[in-house]
């Protein structure tokens, strides 16, 4: 098993940048991949970016490309979401995720994933 607690959300302006943390405990972190999601109401959960086990492969989702990065710290148990150019349709509540059995094809769904964390808000205003 592995607990996950995100931290770092906020309010911030539309072009301002925020950073995500999700810590983890448990289990060895370089076993699982890591992603972050977010939900909105009234949507459905979205796939944001994803880090493979070793940090050496990244995939985001189109509309974060060359704005979000994904990144993480095996040493530290923790996996980073660095917002930049942020826009008020990124708000939402943002969720990290961790398997150990994560593909490139299977990343993108959440019901794959076995732990999340409790989310953080990200709150960009206009």
């Known amino acids: 098993q592995v607990q996950l607690v995100e931290s770092g959300g906020g309010l911030v302006q539309a072009g301002g940048s925020l950073r995500l943390s999700c810590a983890a405990s448990?289990?060895?972190?370089?076993?699982?991949?890591m992603a972050w999601f977010r939900k909105t109401p009234g949507k459905e959960r979205e796939f944001v970016a994803a880090v493979s086990k070793s940090g050496g492969s990244t995939y985001y989702t189109d509309s974060v490309k060359g704005r979000f990065t994904i990144s993480r710290d095996n040493a530290k148990n923790t996996v980073y979401l660095q917002m930049n150019s942020l826009k008020p349709e990124d708000t939402a509540v943002y969720y990290c995720?961790?398997?150990?059995?994560?593909?490139?094809?299977?990343?993108?769904?959440?019901?794959?994933?076995?732990?999340w964390g409790q989310g953080t808000q990200v709150t960009v205003s206009s």
């Open positions: 995720a961790a398997d150990e059995s994560i593909t490139i094809v299977t990343m993108y769904v959440g019901g794959n994933y076995d732990y």
């Open positions: 448990g289990r060895t972190f370089s076993r699982y991949a």
